[in-house]
Protein backbone atom coordinates (compact mmCIF):
# COMPACT_ATOMS: atom_id res chain seq x y z
CA UNK A 1 0.00 0.00 0.00
CA UNK A 2 1.12 3.39 -0.48
CA UNK A 3 -0.64 6.36 0.97
CA UNK A 4 -0.22 10.04 -0.20
CA UNK A 5 0.46 12.59 2.42
CA UNK A 6 -1.16 15.59 0.37
CA UNK A 7 -4.71 17.00 1.07
CA UNK A 8 -6.22 14.08 -1.66
CA UNK A 9 -5.68 10.95 0.58
CA UNK A 10 -5.08 8.40 -1.90
CA UNK A 11 -4.01 5.53 -1.54
CA UNK A 12 -2.96 2.82 -4.17
CA UNK A 13 -2.79 -0.94 -3.54
CA UNK A 14 -0.89 -4.12 -5.49
CA UNK A 15 -1.44 -7.47 -4.40
CA UNK A 16 -0.22 -11.12 -5.59
CA UNK A 17 -0.88 -13.90 -3.33
CA UNK A 18 0.02 -17.72 -4.77
CA UNK A 19 -1.41 -20.77 -3.40
CA UNK A 20 0.25 -23.50 -5.14
CA UNK A 21 -1.27 -26.90 -7.07
CA UNK A 22 -0.55 -30.28 -7.56
CA UNK A 23 0.84 -31.30 -10.44
CA UNK A 24 -1.97 -33.70 -10.96
CA UNK A 25 -4.32 -31.27 -11.53
CA UNK A 26 -5.60 -31.97 -8.03
CA UNK A 27 -5.91 -29.31 -5.40
CA UNK A 28 -2.77 -29.18 -3.44
CA UNK A 29 -2.49 -31.21 -0.05
CA UNK A 30 0.80 -29.79 1.45
CA UNK A 31 -0.54 -26.17 2.21
CA UNK A 32 -4.14 -25.20 3.33
CA UNK A 33 -5.20 -21.85 4.79
CA UNK A 34 -6.42 -23.00 8.59
CA UNK A 35 -9.63 -21.73 8.36
CA UNK A 36 -9.10 -19.01 10.95
CA UNK A 37 -7.98 -16.64 8.45
CA UNK A 38 -10.57 -13.82 7.47
CA UNK A 39 -9.32 -12.82 3.97
CA UNK A 40 -10.33 -8.68 5.99
CA UNK A 41 -7.90 -6.01 6.31
CA UNK A 42 -7.71 -2.36 5.82
CA UNK A 43 -6.24 -1.27 2.61
CA UNK A 44 -6.37 2.75 2.89
CA UNK A 45 -9.79 3.45 3.82
CA UNK A 46 -11.96 3.46 7.33
CA UNK A 47 -13.09 0.03 6.87
CA UNK A 48 -11.89 -3.02 5.68
CA UNK A 49 -12.43 -5.17 2.94
CA UNK A 50 -12.06 -8.38 1.64
CA UNK A 51 -8.88 -8.38 -0.01
CA UNK A 52 -9.47 -11.59 -2.56
CA UNK A 53 -12.29 -10.02 -3.68
CA UNK A 54 -15.99 -8.86 -2.17
CA UNK A 55 -17.67 -11.33 -4.54
CA UNK A 56 -15.44 -14.42 -5.17
CA UNK A 57 -14.05 -14.76 -1.77
CA UNK A 58 -11.52 -17.37 -2.23
CA UNK A 59 -9.21 -19.72 -0.46
CA UNK A 60 -5.99 -19.34 -1.73
CA UNK A 61 -4.90 -23.18 -2.90
CA UNK A 62 -4.41 -23.50 -6.56
CA UNK A 63 -4.90 -19.97 -7.07
CA UNK A 64 -2.92 -17.24 -8.06
CA UNK A 65 -4.47 -13.50 -7.51
CA UNK A 66 -3.39 -10.50 -8.54
CA UNK A 67 -4.74 -7.04 -6.91
CA UNK A 68 -4.69 -3.33 -8.08
CA UNK A 69 -6.83 -0.86 -5.56
CA UNK A 70 -7.05 2.91 -5.75
CA UNK A 71 -8.81 4.84 -2.70
CA UNK A 72 -9.06 8.13 -1.10
CA UNK A 73 -10.48 9.09 2.17
CA UNK A 74 -12.85 12.00 1.81
CA UNK A 75 -15.06 14.04 4.78
CA UNK A 76 -14.26 13.64 8.29
CA UNK A 77 -13.90 9.90 8.41
CA UNK A 78 -14.93 8.01 4.91
CA UNK A 79 -13.70 6.59 2.36
CA UNK A 80 -13.79 4.88 -1.51
CA UNK A 81 -12.37 2.49 -2.89
CA UNK A 82 -12.20 0.28 -6.10
CA UNK A 83 -9.97 -2.73 -6.24
CA UNK A 84 -9.66 -5.42 -9.02
CA UNK A 85 -8.56 -8.76 -8.54
CA UNK A 86 -7.76 -11.50 -11.50
CA UNK A 87 -7.94 -14.78 -10.54
CA UNK A 88 -6.10 -17.73 -12.51
CA UNK A 89 -5.75 -21.32 -11.08
CA UNK A 90 -1.97 -22.66 -10.79
CA UNK A 91 -2.95 -26.20 -12.39
CA UNK A 92 -6.19 -26.45 -13.90
CA UNK A 93 -8.92 -28.16 -12.15
CA UNK A 94 -12.88 -28.50 -12.30
CA UNK A 95 -12.97 -27.09 -8.34
CA UNK A 96 -12.31 -24.49 -6.21
CA UNK A 97 -11.76 -24.62 -2.53
CA UNK A 98 -14.41 -22.27 -0.05
CA UNK A 99 -15.31 -19.41 -3.01
CA UNK A 100 -18.55 -17.96 -3.40
CA UNK A 101 -18.67 -18.65 -7.15
CA UNK A 102 -21.61 -21.71 -7.59
CA UNK A 103 -20.08 -22.95 -10.72
CA UNK A 104 -17.05 -25.14 -11.00
CA UNK A 105 -14.18 -24.36 -13.92
CA UNK A 106 -14.14 -26.99 -16.52
CA UNK A 107 -10.37 -28.27 -15.66
CA UNK A 108 -8.78 -27.13 -19.04
CA UNK A 109 -8.48 -23.43 -18.95
CA UNK A 110 -6.55 -21.58 -15.75
CA UNK A 111 -8.65 -18.58 -16.42
CA UNK A 112 -10.98 -18.16 -13.65
CA UNK A 113 -11.99 -14.04 -14.23
CA UNK A 114 -11.91 -10.92 -12.73
CA UNK A 115 -13.80 -8.35 -9.97
CA UNK A 116 -13.97 -5.48 -9.84
CA UNK A 117 -14.81 -3.96 -5.96
CA UNK A 118 -16.06 -0.51 -4.88
CA UNK A 119 -16.25 -0.46 -0.84
CA UNK A 120 -17.13 2.91 0.52
CA UNK A 121 -17.18 3.36 4.13
CA UNK A 122 -18.75 6.08 6.60
CA UNK A 123 -17.40 6.64 10.04
CA UNK A 124 -19.01 9.79 10.43
CA UNK A 125 -20.99 9.43 13.74
CA UNK A 126 -20.06 9.02 17.08
CA UNK A 127 -21.72 4.94 17.58
CA UNK A 128 -22.26 4.24 14.01
CA UNK A 129 -20.47 2.75 10.75
CA UNK A 130 -21.88 2.32 7.05
CA UNK A 131 -20.54 0.20 4.86
CA UNK A 132 -21.38 -0.06 1.50
CA UNK A 133 -20.23 -2.67 -1.41
CA UNK A 134 -20.61 -3.27 -4.80
CA UNK A 135 -18.82 -5.80 -6.89
CA UNK A 136 -19.18 -7.91 -10.20
CA UNK A 137 -17.87 -10.75 -11.30
CA UNK A 138 -16.77 -11.69 -14.62
CA UNK A 139 -16.11 -15.55 -15.69
CA UNK A 140 -12.99 -16.46 -17.62
CA UNK A 141 -12.59 -19.10 -20.18
CA UNK A 142 -12.50 -21.38 -17.20
CA UNK A 143 -16.45 -21.25 -17.04
CA UNK A 144 -17.33 -21.56 -20.72
CA UNK A 145 -20.75 -21.16 -19.92
CA UNK A 146 -20.19 -18.70 -16.78
CA UNK A 147 -22.76 -15.54 -16.20
CA UNK A 148 -21.50 -12.62 -14.68
CA UNK A 149 -21.93 -12.32 -10.71
CA UNK A 150 -23.10 -9.23 -9.17
CA UNK A 151 -22.79 -7.99 -4.92
CA UNK A 152 -24.58 -5.46 -3.33
CA UNK A 153 -24.70 -5.17 0.75
CA UNK A 154 -25.27 -2.38 2.91
CA UNK A 155 -23.96 -3.41 6.53
CA UNK A 156 -24.74 -0.66 9.89
CA UNK A 157 -22.51 -1.56 12.77
CA UNK A 158 -23.88 0.44 16.40
CA UNK A 159 -20.59 0.13 18.56
CA UNK A 160 -21.38 0.19 22.11
Same mark, same amino acid.
Given at each position: N????S???????????H?SG?????Q??????T??Q??N? @??????????YG?????E??N?T??T????R?????S????????????I?????? @????????????K??GSE???????R??? @?????I??A?F?????FPT????T??R??V @????
Open positions: WRSSPSRLTLSLGLAGDSGGTDSRVRQGLDNA @RLGGVTAVRYELMAPLSMISVGIGRFMKASIELIWHTYHQDASTSLL @RTSIDQDPDGVSDLLDLVVGIRFE @RWDFEVGREPGSAGEPALALQ @RYRY
